[in-house]
């Protein structure tokens, strides 16, 4: 079946340390883009790509970064310039940049230790 | 300040019962206010709203859009236990040429008692 595949779906980390959280689509979508959820708000866009090798800051950029080498996959690092990463992660994907409606992984749940 | 509002943040029915929920934005160059549903983990897609006055319906749920006084509302009839979710509106804009972004609102989390 056709999705996305966030993995791991729960993650640790200490200070000081940068993790990466995994996102894999199979739809052949061109677009795909990271939020970040916290609790008793909306989805935050972090950043997007539109296409290969390309990718676009969004609204909350600082102390993350991401790479577009493959047109399946979109990994985000949560670097360790970001001060406060507790939170629940959303990858999604749509055929272009600007085509509703977005679909969306089931997230991945960072938390410090 | 927040470009797309919803309320209430959080609604407890019975089941049976009958919700509106409120979406309302203001934003530049609109292109489309989308509403999505969110249990535990992946928003799913409900509807896409793109003209004002046309609702959309799915079995229980329907929705409509304003785009004169900028809001749309999310009825669901007869609940059932299973439509508590929070529901999430999005609001698809450009601050300028072909640019467009998706901008969420905070959600409003439905709990449907039995």
């Known amino acids: 079946d056709g999705g996305i595949t966030q993995s791991p779906k729960y993650l640790f980390r200490k200070e000081g340390q940068n993790v990466t959280l995994s996102c894999e689509q199979n739809?052949?979508?061109?677009?795909m883009y990271w939020y970040r959820q916290d609790p008793g708000q909306g989805l935050r866009l972090i950043y997007y790509?539109?296409?290969?090798?390309?990718?676009q800051k969004g609204d909350i950029a600082e102390g993350y970064s991401v790479s577009r080498e493959k047109k399946e996959s979109f990994p985000l690092t949560v670097t360790s310039a970001q001060k406060n990463p507790t939170a629940f992660y959303l990858c999604?994907?749509?055929?272009?940049?600007?085509?509703?409606?977005?679909?969306f992984g089931d997230g991945t749940r960072l938390s410090i230790l | 300040e927040d470009k797309v509002v919803q309320s209430p943040l959080s609604l407890v029915v019975h089941e049976g019962d009958t919700v509106t929920l409120n979406c309302s934005y203001e934003?530049?160059?609109?292109?489309?206010l989308l509403w999505y549903k969110q249990e535990k983990k992946a928003p799913t897609f409900l509807f896409m709203l793109t003209s004002s006055g046309i609702e959309k319906k799915s079995g229980r749920l329907s929705s409509i859009l304003d785009k004169k006084e900028l809001f749309s509302i999310l009825n669901i009839t007869a609940t059932q236990t299973g439509d508590s979710a929070v529901y999430l509106c999005a609001v698809e804009w450009s601050s300028g040429g072909s640019n467009y972004k998706l901008t969420f609102g905070k959600g409003t989390l439905l709990t449907v008692n039995p």
């Open positions: 934003v530049t160059n609109f292109r489309s």
């Open positions: 790509s539109q296409i290969v090798n390309d990718f």
């Open positions: 739809l052949n979508h061109d677009a």
């Open positions: 999604a994907s749509s055929p272009r940049t600007g085509h509703q409606p977005q679909h």
